[in-house]
Nanobody, 129 residues
Framework: QVQLVESGGGLVQAGGSLRLSCAAS????????MAWFRQVSGMERDFVAS????????YYADSVKGRFTISRDNAKNTMYLQMNSVKPEDTALYYC??????????????????????WGQGTQVTVSS
């Protein structure tokens, strides 16, 4: 069983930066792809970014491309989301998730909620204007 715990959220001004972390426990972390999603209360959970098992292939939502960077340290069982040039529309509860497969071959698969088996509880990011 994998447990995922997000941290690093908080209040940040527009244009600022924030780094989220996702710490994993359990035996599966190093075997599968990972991703970040975000959700605004009352809205659907949206894909943000994904990274495959070795960390050499990523996908990003258009809304964050060029501003956010996903990475992982398999030795530390931790995934990161570096958020730069944040905007008020980035305000959301951010979730990390572990995929059912080690490699993700398409954006369509990466962005699908059903592609992920384990989810964290989320960390809140609030961007003030």
């Amino acid at each position: 069983q994998v447990q995922l715990v997000e941290s690093g959220g908080g209040l940040v001004q527009a244009g600022g930066s924030l780094r989220l972390s996702c710490a994993a426990s359990g035996v599966m972390f190093n075997q599968n792809a990972m991703a970040w999603f975000r959700q605004v209360s009352g809205m659907e959970r949206d894909f943000v970014a994904s990274i495959n098992r070795p960390g050499d292939s990523t996908y990003y939502a258009d809304s964050v491309k060029g501003r956010f960077t996903i990475s992982r340290d398999n030795a530390k069982n931790t995934m990161y989301l570096q958020m730069n040039s944040v905007k008020p529309e980035d305000t959301a509860l951010y979730y990390c998730a572990e995929a059912r497969l080690p490699y993700i071959g398409s954006y369509e698969y990466a962005s699908r909620i059903s592609s992920y088996e384990y989810w964290g509880q989320g960390t809140q990011v609030t961007v003030s204007s």
